[in-house]
């Protein structure tokens, strides 16, 4: 591709970025309507095999995988095989959502596909290198797949739900989910560099992802391939983005209605930073009359980013194979590239970014003694294998103190209380095998419904074992709890 002396800037940028933080390789793409106008990759894919990133590597996606995964089920939707209103239980088998607060049925396949289903904070991860290896999905279900708020009650972020999305895909199509999407999604879209892992055949094209101290990772996957197992070159990604603004290439097959393309990018959930969720995008109207649509994605070794304006069929693509890229980074790279092509978006991005900052800084209050908590609270932690008793103490004076089984009491870390949700953390060991598999703390996400308090204890990884080489992601696994005045 012929070099475009409109990006000097923002290469300068990334260089600077890619040595001051010792990231092994970035890829960048661009486009607006139907052409490409940049691509590029600087750094290496593998360092250790001096093998050069180029825009036909493949990176790890992490959780740009979300609507790449919504485009199969699309695809399936468009099919009359799946009904986004219809109850998610419908479609699976044995191993149904259970709903401690609220109504399973109401627990719909848009409602998962948007985060307000009520399923909790969920990852876990397994390295090749360990001896653990990843349940069926009727299990992790069967463990975690708790509705821990009521469906639409709160937009709660959960990649449990995508895996239990690909789980759906696998079920009604009656392929195994890889294969589905390669065939219905990456090979029509000429997507010819990507796949669901690491596809056969494909292993020379992937990018090595690297820890935050420089060490290459091994392999790993987790219990929820719709979330996070996606891997993809920059040059796809931006193809499968132009598909979405409605500028696809002349090869590539229209696997989707432009209404469908339109439903996917209609918020239908909300964030506290006024921003929303449709079908696997994040919607922000930052720009105004011009929302942006994208996903971003973080995981061990990855952190990716595809931003999309579709009211100007503008797409962009920062991908890396290094953990230690800022979050701040890509959005000014964005907000460069896009004033760079639509020179009056350059105020818009200026705006959006203080905005965004501001957002960023906000936390929920720090929790106050509140005279209708003060006193003991008494009840349970549900595991998949034992129930374990737990007790809360509010005291007048604004502590909380925390007893897990017969565990010492405990000073919960950081408490902060907002519209009857309170969260903190404290040290504890959940004792089941999942969990203990990695040091762990326990961290509180409840809610008080007059007379009850209940939501979700969860088992927080806090630090790697120290028999580790490398810093790799642990787990978080959520636990139904429910407490009531002693």
Not at 119 to 126: E, N, R, S, W
Not at 272 to 300: E, T
């Amino acid at each position: 591709m012929e070099r475009d002396e409109r990006f000097g800037k923002i290469r300068a940028v990334i260089r600077d970025e890619k040595r001051e933080h010792s990231i092994a390789s970035v890829a960048v793409a661009v486009a607006q309507g139907s052409e490409i106008l940049w691509e590029d990759a600087f750094g290496w894919a593998d360092r250790e095999a001096r093998v050069p990133a180029t825009p036909h590597t493949m990176y790890s996606l992490a959780s740009i995988s979300k609507p790449i995964t919504t485009t199969g089920l699309m695809v399936l939707v468009e099919r009359g095989l799946i009904d986004l209103d219809r109850p998610i239980n419908d479609y699976l088998g044995d191993a149904k959502l259970t709903a401690r607060v609220g109504d399973e049925a109401d627990a719909t396949v848009r409602r998962v596909a948007n985060h307000s289903a009520g399923l909790p904070l969920h990852y876990q991860f397994f390295y090749e290198d360990e001896p653990f290896r990843r349940p069926s999905m009727d299990e992790t279900i069967r463990r975690y797949g708790n509705l821990i708020s009521a469906p639409g009650e709160r937009s709660l972020y959960s990649n449990l739900g995508y895996g239990v999305l690909d789980y759906v895909i696998e079920r009604v199509s009656g392929k195994p989910y890889a294969d589905f999407m390669r065939e219905e999604v990456f090979l029509p879209l000429g997507m010819t560099r990507s796949s669901i892992d690491i596809g056969p055949g494909l292993e020379p094209y992937a990018a090595q992802r690297y820890a935050a101290n420089g060490l290459p990772l091994p392999f790993y996957d987790f219990d929820h391939p719709g979330g996070s197992a996606v891997y993809c070159s920059s040059h796809d990604l931006l193809r499968f983005g132009m598909f979405h603004v409605k500028a696809g290439l002349a090869e590539q097959r229209a696997i989707l209605a432009d209404e469908t393309i339109d439903a996917m990018q209609r918020p239908t959930s909300e964030w506290p930073d006024g921003g929303g969720y449709g079908i696997g995008w994040g919607v922000q109207h930052d720009l105004g009359d011009d929302p942006i649509v994208a996903h971003s994605g973080g995981m061990g070794g990855v952190r990716t980013n595809l931003v999309m304006i579709p009211a100007r069929q503008l797409v962009a693509v920062v991908l890396t194979n290094s953990a230690h890229l800022s979050e701040t980074v890509p959005y000014t790279l964005f907000a460069d590239l896009f004033a760079t092509l639509v020179p009056e978006l350059g105020q818009h991005f200026e705006a959006a970014r203080a905005g965004r900052k501001a957002a960023a800084e906000r936390r929920a209050p720090a929790y106050a003694s509140q005279p209708e908590l003060i006193g003991e609270w008494r009840g349970t932690v549900h595991t998949h294998v034992r129930d374990v008793p737990l007790s809360l103490w509010f005291t007048e004076g604004g502590d909380i103190h925390a007893q897990l089984g017969d565990d010492l009491r405990m000073l919960v870390n950081e408490p902060t209380y907002e519209d009857g949700c309170l969260t903190g953390r404290f040290p504890g060991d959940i004792s089941t095998p999942d969990a203990s598999r990695r040091v762990h703390q326990l961290s509180l996400d409840v809610r008080q419904r007059g007379d009850v308090i209940n939501g979700a204890c969860v088992a927080i990884t806090t630090r790697n074992d120290g028999s580790l080489p490398g810093e790799r992601v642990g787990n978080a696994l959520s636990h139904w709890v429910e407490l009531r005045r002693a």
